[in-house]
């Protein structure tokens, strides 16, 4: 420890630049790893709010839930059996406000469950975010393909599909705007297992949100570059020790001479990166949950302790293999043979 904090004084310039270069590494990855929870919520926060469980599609609608409809009489069948079970639909829309501005919002419906709300007919609940543009509860708000009104009774936090706000409305109203008497879905929250449906397809929450348009594509790019940046940061390390060890040489084999193991000097080293790592990470951590309290609220940024947490695991973990795969040659070097090369 004190050897390896000694060594940092002496050339403080290289191991701050190292460091600087970590943390402007792990600011950008903490950065976008919250960027893509805030666009998964925004696109998804509907689904990933409801309990573990499974969902239950049409077979002939090949994995696109806006295709699948399932028949009255399997529905209230399966419902009937599960009780907890729950038929709902979910589709792209349009709403007029007061002055006649169109807003785009997902109209969302299902038979009578604790897990959605409970919307009378001619009533609508929406996504919070509506306010901002204007709603407020108790207007009055329409669609081309109802022939009534819908009547703002309330708004409901983080409820979000396909980066549209969500819009609660009653059965019967949904039936009669898209023209459907059956229902898209069905959800059975708890279940362990699922469990096989003549005509029926089952999926995860997981893998239900792999059906929703954009979102693979979208999480999965972001995903991609959240990991580049990580292996960027270990290949860094690796670099960085490994110009530092071939310069010192010499002294390791001084070192050996003089009794010091090889394990001590691994020691050092380890030392030396995670006293780097955790500075930087620190300071990338603070920026970036700073962030998170001042971000715009328009702004899809989503970042929690937990997952900037496991974040950080992996940095140093990467850190720490890329430090030790520097430092192959500590182990092979001789202290006679390294002395002769002149290094001190």
Do not use: C
């Not at 300071?283 to 899809?300: D, E, R, T, Y």
């Not at 950080?312 to 043979?337: D, H, N, R």
């Amino acid at each position: 420890m004190n050897l390896a904090w000694k060594e940092m004084k002496k050339n403080k310039v290289r191991f701050l630049i190292l460091g600087g270069i970590i943390f402007l590494i792990s600011l950008l990855t903490f950065m976008i790893s919250g960027l893509a929870n805030g666009l998964s919520q925004d696109n998804a926060s509907l689904i990933k709010d409801l309990p573990s469980g499974y969902f239950y599609m049409d077979e002939d609608a090949e994995e696109t839930f806006n295709l699948s409809r399932i028949d009255s009489s399997v529905q209230e069948k399966w419902l009937d059996k599960q009780k907890d079970g729950v038929g709902l639909s979910i589709q792209m829309g349009f709403l007029n406000d007061e002055n006649n501005k169109q807003q785009s919002v997902a109209f969302v419906t299902s038979t009578p469950s604790t897990l959605f709300p409970d919307v009378q007919a001619g009533e609508i609940l929406l996504d919070r975010s509506m306010e901002a543009k204007g709603v407020k509860v108790g207007d009055i708000l329409t669609n081309h393909q109802f022939q009534g009104e819908f009547v703002v009774k309330g708004f409901v936090d983080q409820k979000k599909f396909s980066h549209a706000p969500v819009a609660f409305i009653h059965i019967d109203n949904y039936k009669e705007i898209y023209r459907v008497k059956e229902m898209q879905l069905m959800f059975f929250p708890g279940m362990e297992q699922a469990e096989k449906k003549a005509g029926l397809q089952a999926f995860t929450n997981k893998q239900f949100l792999q059906t929703i348009p954009s979102y693979n594509a979208e999480q999965l790019s972001l995903i991609m570059i959240i990991w580049f940046l990580v292996v960027i940061s270990g290949m860094l390390f690796a670099i960085f020790f490994y110009m530092m060890n071939v310069q010192k040489l010499g002294l390791f084999g001084i070192l050996k001479a003089i009794g010091l193991k090889t394990s001590d000097l691994f020691k050092m080293m380890w030392t030396q990166m995670l006293m780097i790592t955790v500075l930087a990470l620190g300071l990338a951590v603070i920026i970036s949950q700073g962030f998170n309290q001042i971000a715009p609220k328009g702004m899809p940024f989503y970042l929690t302790i937990e997952h900037t947490t496991l974040l950080s695991i992996v940095f140093i973990l990467i850190g720490f293999m890329g430090a030790t795969l520097s430092g192959i040659q500590i182990k092979k070097v001789e202290p006679l043979q390294a002395i002769q090369q002149g290094e001190v």
